[in-house]
DNA sequence: TTTTGAGTTGTTCGA
DNA sequence: GTCGAACAACTCAAA
C-alpha cells in the first residue's frame, strides 16, 4: 500500500522530511508523488515565475523516473480523489504556513478525514518553523535582530539523508498524470538552470567564490555578488538547512545567515499575523493620504513597465519583467519610489512583485513592502526616503546595470546614465523624470506628520 | 520594576 | 569637500 506525498513547494529529493516520513510510512517503501496545479495561483502568475514553476516541475519528474502525477484543479477535491484511487493510509506533505496554504490544507484534511484518511506534516520550508522562536513571555519578536539570536540559540539540525522510496504512477486511470502545463517560451539565458540539481550546483558556486565577499558586495547590482538562490529557496529545490550546514563564523558568512534568518523571521510574522499578507501590520497607516485616480493610475503604470524617467528605478522594473527577478538593494529603491514619490499603498507594488518575481513568496514580499513603507516590523524611520538617482550612483558606479536595462541610455558613459537629463540628446527616447524627487519627499513626510498628528 | 541602550538597508543641511 | 546632527516612535533584553 503506497502512501501519498503532495508536493507543494518542496519539488526536491535531498533533504525531504516528508518523503522520509512517506516512504516510511509505506511498508514497501512505495509512494505516490502528486502536484495538483492550483488554477488561482496559476492565474496570478506572470510569464517568467510560470515559467520557473512550469521546468522546476519538469525538472522533478525527471528526477523520479517520470512518475511526478500532476493534476489541475482544487486540491480540496484532488488529493481525497488521488489518495482513494492510490489506496494510501495517509497524505504526507511540508507544512505551509502562508494564510492561504493553512487553509487549503484545513479544508483538504477535512476532506481526507471524512474518508478516514490522515493528513501528516512533516518538515516545513524553514530551518526553523514559524511559531517555534518566542520571545521569554511566549509572544512572537517584532523586531529582527532579537529574533536572530534566538532564532540561532534554537538552533536547527542537520540535513537529512536522501530516501530512496519506490516511484508509484500510471500511464492511464486514477494515478495518471495530466501533465505539466505548457510554459511561456523564454529565451535560453532568462531563467538559467531551474531544478534541484541546478540549485545545489549554483549554491557549489556561490559558496565556493563570491559568498566570501558576500558582505561588501551583496549590494552592488552591476556584480554578480548574490547568491540568486531565492527562486530555488522558494520552490523547494533545496532547503536552507543545506546552506547553513556550510556556514561559518566569518562576517560575510553571517551576513549570508542573517538574510537567510530574514526570511525565516518573515514567516514567523506573517504566521502569527496571517491579515498581515494583505493589510498593513501596523493598521493606522490604513488612514494614510494615498494617490486615487486616473493620474494616480498612470503613474503607476509608468513604474510597472518602467518608464519613469529615473534610469535606476526603470532598470530594476525592466529586470523584474524580462527576468522576474530584481537585486534587493533595487527592489528597496523601486518600492520606495512607489511608497514615496508616488505616494501609493505598498499593495499596489507588492501584487506588482508577486506576479512577476520567480522568488515571489508572500511573506518576504509584503513584509520587505511594508519595511520599505514603515508599517511593518523593525519599519524603517518615517524620514528615510531613498533617493532614487543618489542610490545609483552610489550602488552601481558605472552606469553598467542601468545600461544593461535600459538600452535608450546605452550612449551615456559610465555613471552619467544615472543623469540622463545632464546630456539629453544622448537620451534617445527616454522618458524625462515623471516627477520631481525632492517635492514629493517633502509631500511624503508631510503625509507622514499628518498621519502621527492624528 | 524601572531604566537604558540598541536597533538592516537614508538624506539633507549647515558648520 | 567633509562631517555630525537631526529627522520619531517603539520593541526588546539586559542591567
Not at 32 to 44: K, S, T
Not at 105 to 134: I, K
Not at 337 to 362: E, I, N, T, Y
Not at 371 to 392: E, H, K, S
Request: proline letters at 7%; a negative charge; aromatic letters at 10%.
Amino acid at each position: 500500500m503506497p502512501s501519498l506525498l503532495w508536493l507543494r513547494r518542496d519539488l526536491r529529493l535531498h533533504d525531504h522530511p516528508a518523503l522520509g516520513a512517506a516512504a516510511a510510512a509505506s511498508p514497501d517503501g512505495d509512494v505516490v508523488g502528486l502536484y495538483v496545479l492550483d488554477p488561482a495561483l496559476w492565474a496570478g502568475a506572470g510569464d517568467v515565475r510560470r515559467a520557473w514553476l512550469a521546468r522546476s516541475l519538469a525538472a522533478f519528474d525527471a528526477s523520479m523516473g517520470g512518475h511526478l502525477v500532476v493534476r489541475h484543479g482544487d486540491p480540496r477535491s484532488i488529493v481525497p480523489e488521488v489518495a482513494a484511487a492510490a489506496g494510501a493510509d495517509g497524505v504526507h506533505m511540508s507544512a505551509d504556513f502562508a494564510p492561504y496554504g493553512v487553509r487549503r490544507d484545513e479544508d483538504v484534511e477535512a476532506a481526507l478525514a471524512a474518508d478516514g484518511r490522515a493528513l501528516v506534516r512533516t518538515g516545513s520550508p524553514y530551518a526553523v518553523s514559524p511559531g517555534r522562536v518566542r520571545k521569554g513571555d511566549g509572544t512572537a519578536y517584532r523586531v529582527y535582530t532579537p529574533f536572530y539570536r534566538a532564532w540561532c540559540a534554537h538552533g536547527w539540525r542537520a540535513p537529512a539523508q536522501p530516501a530512496e522510496p519506490s516511484w508509484r504512477s500510471e500511464r492511464r486511470g486514477p494515478l495518471s498524470s495530466q501533465g505539466i502545463p505548457a510554459a511561456p517560451a523564454l529565451g535560453s539565458t532568462v531563467l538559467g538552470r531551474v531544478g534541484e540539481a541546478a540549485a545545489h550546483e549554483r549554491w557549489e558556486a556561490f559558496r565556493d567564490g563570491a559568498l566570501d565577499r558576500y558582505d561588501e558586495l551583496r549590494d552592488r547590482p552591476d556584480v554578480d555578488g548574490t547568491s540568486m538562490l531565492s527562486a530555488h529557496l522558494r520552490w523547494g529545490e533545496l532547503h536552507p538547512r543545506t546552506l547553513l550546514a556550510d556556514l561559518g563564523d566569518s562576517p560575510a558568512h553571517t551576513v549570508f545567515r542573517k538574510e537567510l534568518a530574514w526570511r525565516e523571521f518573515y514567516a514567523d510574522v506573517l504566521h502569527h499575523a496571517p491579515g498581515s499578507a494583505y493589510r498593513w501590520l501596523d493598521e493606522r497607516f490604513a488612514d494614510m493620504e494615498y494617490d486615487v485616480g486616473p493620474d494616480a493610475d498612470a503613474r503607476f503604470e509608468s513604474w510597472c513597465i518602467g518608464r519613469t524617467g529615473f534610469p535606476f528605478v526603470d532598470a530594476g522594473m525592466r529586470q523584474l519583467l524580462t527576468e522576474g527577478w530584481m537585486h534587493n538593494r533595487v527592489r528597496m529603491v523601486t518600492a520606495s519610489f512607489l511608497v514615496k514619490d508616488l505616494h501609493l499603498p505598498w499593495q499596489r507594488g507588492a501584487s506588482w512583485f508577486l506576479r512577476h518575481l520567480r522568488d515571489g513568496d508572500v511573506a518576504s514580499n509584503q513584509h520587505g513592502w511594508q519595511w520599505t513603507a514603515g508599517c511593518g516590523t523593525d519599519a524603517a524611520p518615517y524620514f528615510r526616503v531613498f533617493n532614487p538617482v543618489t542610490q545609483g550612483l552610489r550602488f552601481d558606479p558605472d552606469g553598467d546595470y542601468v545600461r544593461r536595462y535600459v538600452p535608450e541610455l546605452g550612449a551615456l558613459p559610465g555613471k552619467a546614465a544615472h543623469e540622463p537629463w545632464t546630456h539629453p540628446l544622448l537620451a534617445v527616447d527616454y522618458p524625462p523624470p515623471i516627477l520631481d524627487h525632492a517635492t514629493e519627499r517633502d509631500e511624503s513626510l508631510r503625509r507622514y506628520a499628518e498621519l502621527r498628528a492624528r
